[in-house]
T-cell receptor
Framework: GQNIDQPTEMTATEGAIVQINCTYQ??????LFWYQQHAGEAPTFLSY????GLEEKGRFSSFLSRSKGYSYLLLKELQMKDSASYLC????????FGTGTRLQVFP | SQTIHQWPATLVQPVGSPLSLECTVE??????LYWYRQAAGRGLQLLFY??????ISSEVPQNLSASRPQDRQFILSSKKLLLSDSGFYLC????????FGSGTRLTVV
């Protein structure tokens, strides 16, 4: 079966660093995506990992370990606008999403 | 440029009424297209996907259907809406990173 797990909610302080974890068990693997979704809006693409290791893009980084079925999204220098849901998604033959992690950033 | 259009943005429909949501893409040919639904406070659930004209795959049994009458057009339909059909409907295509349309918020009353 397909199973993607991530925490439901997280809170953090402006300027801090937060790590959002995602574990997955899928019948196939062709890459892992992270999306950001603000309330009432469509998800927007953040990152894509297909090989093990860390991908850095500005304040956001994403890590993948295929052998462990594990990924994380690292957000640095948090800003209020980073308050949103963060969706982990695995591409097997289709893109399957986790339920998302709602991140609240406080001043 | 490659863009994806989805409409309407919001829709309020009575139970038992029909539904038609449209998604069109520009700037590419023969895209793979997807319909997702997001219920309140839940993750995105894949409903249908299409790899070409007239080719539809359904992921979950439900009250909805999909059609692809043209290469760049993907339509989500229902003959009779149920309360449980309420949600945020998103069309997507698998360009780099699976790009989503702006979504349709459907409320069935």
């Amino acid at each position: 079966g397909q199973n993607i797990d991530q925490p439901t909610e997280m809170t953090a302080t402006e300027g801090a660093i937060v790590q959002i974890n995602c574990t997955y068990q899928t019948s196939g693997f062709n890459g892992l995506f992270w999306y950001q979704q603000h309330a009432g809006e469509a998800p927007t693409f953040l990152s894509y990992n297909v090989l093990d290791g860390l991908e850095e893009k500005g304040r956001f980084s994403s890590f993948l370990s295929r052998s462990k079925g594990y990924s994380y999204l690292l957000l640095k220098e948090l800003q209020m606008k980073d308050s949103a849901s963060y969706l982990c998604a695995v591409l097997s033959d289709k893109l399957i999403f986790g339920t998302g992690t709602r991140l609240q950033v406080f001043p | 440029s490659q863009t994806i259009h989805q409409w309407p943005a919001t829709l309020v429909q009575p139970v038992g009424s029909p539904l038609s949501l449209e998604c069109t893409v520009e700037g590419t040919s023969n895209p793979n297209l997807y319909w997702y639904r997001q219920a309140a406070g839940r993750g995105l659930q894949l409903l249908f996907y299409s790899v070409g004209i007239g080719q539809i795959s359904s992921e979950v049994p439900q009250n909805l259907s999909a059609s692809r009458p043209q290469d760049r057009q993907f339509i989500l339909s229902s003959k009779k809406l149920l309360l449980s059909d309420s949600g945020f409907y998103l069309c997507a295509w698998d360009t780099t990173g699976y790009t989503f349309g702006s979504g349709t918020r459907l409320t069935v009353v």
